[in-house]
């Protein structure tokens, strides 16, 4: 594997050097918030971040994206397929809980039957830069309790771990190693190896905060009806705020905005938390109400697709925990199932 | 590779009123592109989304039978944005359709049995579809007895009434048709299906049974056919839930593990009662 040393106040103009000849997202601070966007002469990247408000899956799958277009003729309507224009992009600088979202969503986007091809082109074309966390970010991050690590090549073609005084540049995939021509030509030595092994030790004994996640899978086989479902939502507003937040959330809906001459088809994020969501034209909702909803969300992580993809939907990264207005805690949830 | 969310242009060339309430019709679809007739290649029991520019898209059952070439059928009752949308539509009309989608009818463990289709108003659209895939002169003889019992609230709500007819003068067909209550011109039976199912008593030797109904018909039907001795194993039926995407990605039609869109809608009972009841 390719490794190479950078110095640390390289990598905002390695970044913007890519950035002329590719589309770049990186996190950029905006006001009081760090975003992943594009970055331009006019959004500067910002890597002494802790991690980003928005979870970078809106690069494979935004919050809203066309699937067709449409025209109206004197017979009907006539679609035309919207074209896939996903150019070659870099995604520099995601945390690594985040990259391991992406290797969740593969699963389901990228199934051996249905192909999501919306969402594999842009994934396909991108290349994943990981900036390791060398400290966790946050004392809500748990990425150790559901495979993850703050120091991990899971769902990276790059990965950056700042080692001290350099970062130190491990081209995982030939994908990254296509992009090795930005980094410089130092070599990375022993030292450096044996220093990032360390720090990704030491990071890893960081992560304090831990949900029993692989346990409670067998108690939520056994459980989907217990009196607990009904302690979790009495303070939910239903806002969904935290699927939108999450990193591996993949609900959507599909709509038509439709003007007289012509219009789209979208698909837009959806969340498990509306009450729309399963309603039936009928009247008939199979969720009724929050409870149904929060169960549907817990077990979708935490059992649905474990059994259907052998992969807990939940990278540990917090957001949910911190966004939430009512303070419902995942972690708490998941710790008082494990208790039942 | 055939993107899934695009649908497959057609063009409405019929439009059959089935009911005198005029909610349910049936629209014959004619692929604008003959060669994606061959794409659509589909199953007695699978679905696909009728795709109407500005409106949406909405899941329904495929009402014809692979064995009628040239169109594919769809029975829809108007009832919200895309179907009463669809109700306005007039023959020449283009439109879309996606799919196949769905697992099926479960063509091959059928083969070999005694079937008994049981069917209640509106829901009767992918039985009919197995129907016509079974008589077949091609398919028939896989198949042993055939029996179906089909039932509406009245005569008016009957859907497929030429069918029913045909089918009556069919001697490789046992066809049994009732209305709840019938009306002065009505000659055939009245009651409800599940004592007709009683009365007709299918036997379940090497029999399945497949059904088909509102939730009412089938509680009222499912323990006349346990007390006949048919297993879960061999009683099947089919779920509908909300959907959107229709291929397991947009994530609201979930029983449990399982999405009725693409691991559904046809499950037997047995396989039913290992999942969670929320549908």
Not at chain 1, 46 to 69: C, D, G, I, R
Not at chain 2, 216 to 231: A, E, S
Not at chain 2, 237 to 260: P, Q
Request: charged share 25%.
């Amino acid at each position: 594997m390719e490794k190479r040393l950078i110095k640390k106040d390289a990598l905002v103009g390695i970044a913007k050097k890519m950035a002329e000849e590719l589309t770049v997202w990186a996190p950029v601070k905006k006001e009081d918030n760090v975003l992943f966007t594009p970055l331009t002469k006019d959004a500067e990247p910002f890597f002494a971040y802790l991690n980003s408000k928005n979870a970078p899956k809106q690069v494979f799958f935004p919050h809203t994206e066309t699937l067709m277009k449409y025209t109206r003729t004197p017979k009907g309507m006539v679609f035309s397929a919207e074209e896939n224009k996903a150019g070659k992009t870099v995604l520099f600088g995601v945390r690594p809980c985040d990259a391991h979202s992406f290797v969740l969503l593969d699963m389901l986007f990228d199934q051996e039957k249905y192909k999501d091809q919306y969402y594999i082109t842009k994934r396909n074309n991108t290349t994943v830069i990981t900036l390791a966390c060398a400290e966790p970010p946050y004392a809500t991050c748990f990425c150790t309790s559901v495979d993850g690590e703050p120091v991990s090549a899971d769902g990276a073609d790059i990965v950056l771990t700042d080692i001290g005084s350099e970062y130190l540049a491990e081209f995982i995939t030939p994908k990254g190693e296509k992009l090795a021509k930005y980094f410089g030509e130092t070599k990375a030595d022993a030292v450096a190896e044996t220093k990032k092994k360390e720090i990704a030790e030491k990071a890893k004994k960081a992560i304090k905060s831990k949900i029993p996640a692989h346990e409670v899978k067998p108690i939520l086989d056994n459980n989907f009806e217990h009196p607990f479902w009904a302690t979790i939502h009495g303070k939910c507003l239903a806002c969904g705020t935290c699927t939108y937040m999450c990193p591996t959330c993949h609900c959507f809906d599909i709509s038509d905005e439709a003007k007289a001459s012509d219009g789209v088809r979208i698909r837009s994020w959806d969340s498990c938390m509306f009450p729309l969501f399963t309603k039936e034209t009928s009247g008939h909702n199979p969720r009724i109400s929050q409870k149904e909803r929060w169960r549907q969300r817990v077990m979708h992580k935490f059992k649905y697709y474990v059994d259907n993809f052998n992969a807990i939907a939940c990278v540990g990264c917090g957001r949910c925990v911190m966004s939430c207005p009512v303070n419902i805690d995942i972690r708490k949830i998941i710790e008082d199932i494990s208790k039942l | 590779m055939q993107n899934p969310y695009i649908p497959y242009p057609v063009e409405v060339t019929k439009i059959i009123t089935e009911v005198d309430t005029k909610d349910i019709k049936t629209f014959r679809l004619k692929f604008v592109n003959p060669e994606d007739e061959e794409k659509f290649k589909y199953i007695p029991g699978q679905f696909g989304e009728l795709s109407i520019y500005g409106k949406g898209e909405s899941p329904i059952g495929i009402a014809s039978s692979p064995t009628q070439r040239g169109y594919i059928e769809f029975t829809v009752q108007k009832a919200g944005v895309v179907t009463s949308a669809l109700h306005e539509m007039e023959e020449g009309t283009l439109m879309g359709v996606r799919g196949p989608m769905g697992n099926s009818w479960p063509i091959k463990f059928l083969e070999g049995k005694n079937i008994v289709i049981v069917g209640g108003g509106f829901a009767f659209t992918t039985l009919r579809s197995l129907i016509n895939y079974m008589i077949h002169e091609n398919n028939r003889k896989r198949f042993g007895k055939i029996t179906v019992i089909y039932g509406a609230r009245n005569p008016g709500l009957l859907i497929y009434k030429d069918e029913l007819i045909e089918w009556q003068k069919r001697d490789d067909l046992n066809i049994n048709v009732t209305v709840d209550k019938g009306d002065a011109t009505w000659k055939g039976r009245e009651g409800f299906v599940p004592t007709v199912c009683k009365e007709v008593a299918p036997s379940a030797e090497n029999a399945v049974t497949v059904i088909c109904g509102p939730p009412i018909m089938i509680r009222f039907t499912l323990p006349v056919f346990f007390d006949l001795g048919f297993k879960k194993e061999n009683i099947i039926t089919s779920l509908e839930m909300r959907m959107k995407c229709g291929i397991g990605k947009c994530g609201r039609c979930n029983v449990g593990s399982k999405y009725v869109c693409k691991d559904g809608p046809v499950f037997s009972l047995a396989e039913l009662d290992k999942l969670t009841k929320e549908y």
